[in-house]
């Protein structure tokens, strides 16, 4: 322990005697260990920085992933391959499949996070996610007008770093009477809702807040606390204020269709409302808002958390997703890693940027898809630990585990950017594209929507599209296909590492040995195929596998 001295000092006239002076400093001297002693026993928590590490620690230590030695992770062109579609949208280029595997620091899978989080594919691809997370009506033809709008507004809010929270509060405090003509704002959360105030009351709780209101909009909801009343008092807040005695602006009332029934705005957690002395629309909305970012369930967090963990992992920590209020899902090691993780969320401002770089920077993340029994570098047979599928069943008894990724489908946007990256073509810049007529990419992302990644089986419109479609065909010719077209034009590539080539840019590995002699084994079985038409095949080949349509 430090011990504090003090020079005696010596008295001079007009001062305080030396022993009145000598005591002051024995009591400062005492408050100063003191305040050592309480800094030194203080709980780690309590002014603990949440970063990154911490939340992969966290995430790590609640799924058994901590310990890497019992663990088998994806290899590293898997890696790139998830945290590029997961991050980026889409597939890797080459010259990131070469840098990656090139790479042996230890530090090339954080280097590859920070890259794609901080380049303009991750806000993009993470508009999209939230986008149709909040409206996901603008997936349908009748809405799909209000898509470029939103995503372009959620893109410069993720851009600059906004809090969810802020995000959020921004949405639904729109002042729709305020809007410039032509102007980058949320409109479409309302337009998409027809700003009828039960639509409204239904989207936000269930976008936001992870509720199934919607069930109680004609009786009480079977299966959950919810009743109709309070779906018709939240519904109230999206109404426009009433003039009350004296000119007064008051809370609105809102009537039940085809009844005589109506309610005024209130709480779901029935906390009494003190409202604004000047209320308005807004700030009507604005007391729903600070009721979300306060309820002692912390659901607007949670279901944030949620969301992103089935964006990464392909299943949601609680399912189904629009029902996290249920009571048999507030207990459980899921509902203690959900808790963990949003309270996590909330102490870090609600930072978007920190959470989902600690999520993808866990083990849990890097583990890989393969088969339970795998073949070590002697050649010798290794046994996996139990799937996912037998830990969730005994998730009653036994804590919360993963020990493989999830294979999951690819959205019609990952798959049309993808394409184009295989096929060296720059990306179709929704966000500067002036016309509202649909784009190609909307049109085939349309065409290849999934509405859950883990679940998602190709239809035969979608498997005949992409083996015969008008867009497929031109990327297997040089014409429409960059990749192709430097492959044909570089005689000085020797016809396996032009194979390789294709490989990478479609499946972003090598092509293995095995698959170089059976590809080259059928271009010399056609000899009156060009070379340029063999390695189109070959391109054809590859975007219809099932390694190339999945994220595994």
Known sequence: MTTFKFKPLSHSP????????????RIIGTSLLFLV???????????????????????????????????????????????????????PTIVEVYDFLENTSESRRSEAITRLMNSGVYYRNMATFWRRSWVPQADT????????????????????????????????????????????????????????????AASSTRAFLGINLDC?????????????????????????????KGDRPQPPEVQIPDTKLAYK????????IKWPQQLDSVSLRLVLVDWMKTNQEQLLAKNAVNRLWAHFFG?????????????????????QLLNELSQTFIDSGYDLQ??????????????????????????????????????????????????????????????????QTAAGLAPERNDVRGSNDRSQREEFSAQFYIERAHSAERSIAQSLTLMNGGFINELTAPEGNRVLASLVSSPFMTPAEQIDTVFIAVLGRHAQPAEQQAVQRSFKSHPDTSHSQHLGNLFWALINSSEFNTNH
């Open 14 to 25: 007009g001062l305080p005697s030396p022993r009145t002076l000598f005591s002051v400093q």
């Open 37 to 91: 002693a309480t800094l030194a026993f203080a709980p780690t928590g309590f002014a603990t920085e949440i970063t990154p590490r911490s939340i992969s620690r966290l995430i790590d230590e609640r799924l058994g992933t901590d310990n890497q030695t019992q663990l088998q992770f994806a290899t590293d062109a898997e890696f790139l391959r998830r945290v590029s579609l997961d991050l980026g949208g889409r597939i």
């Open 141 to 200: 033809p009748e809405f799909d007008s209000v898509t470029s709008n939103f995503e372009r507004w959620l893109m410069h809010r993720l851009q600059q770093k906004t809090p969810y929270d802020e995000i959020v509060t921004e949405i639904l405090t729109l002042d729709q009477a305020a809007i410039v003509p032509e102007s980058t704002t949320p409109v479409g959360f309302y337009d998409a809702n027809l700003s009828k105030p039960e639509n409204l």
């Open 216 to 244: 109680a909009q004609c009786h009480d909801h079977p299966f959950s606390r919810w009743t109709r009343e309070q779906f018709w008092q939240t519904a109230a807040f999206f109404a426009p204020p009433v003039m009350g």
């Open 265 to 272: 705005p209130a709480l779901l957690s029935k906390t009494k």
């Open 315 to 335: 299943e949601a920590i609680i399912e189904p997703m629009d029902d996290l209020s249920r009571d048999e899902f507030q207990s459980g090691s899921h509902a």
């Open 354 to 419: 920190t959470l989902v770089e600690g999520i993808v920077s866990s083990n849990a993340y890097r583990l890989s898809s393969s088969p339970q029994s795998i073949t070590d570098a002697k050649g010798s047979t290794q046994k996996q630990n139990p799937s996912t599928e037998n830990d969730s069943k005994a998730d009653s008894v036994a804590s919360f585990h993963i020990t493989k990724a999830t294979v999951r489908g690819l959205t019609g946007e990952q798959i049309y950017d993808s394409l």
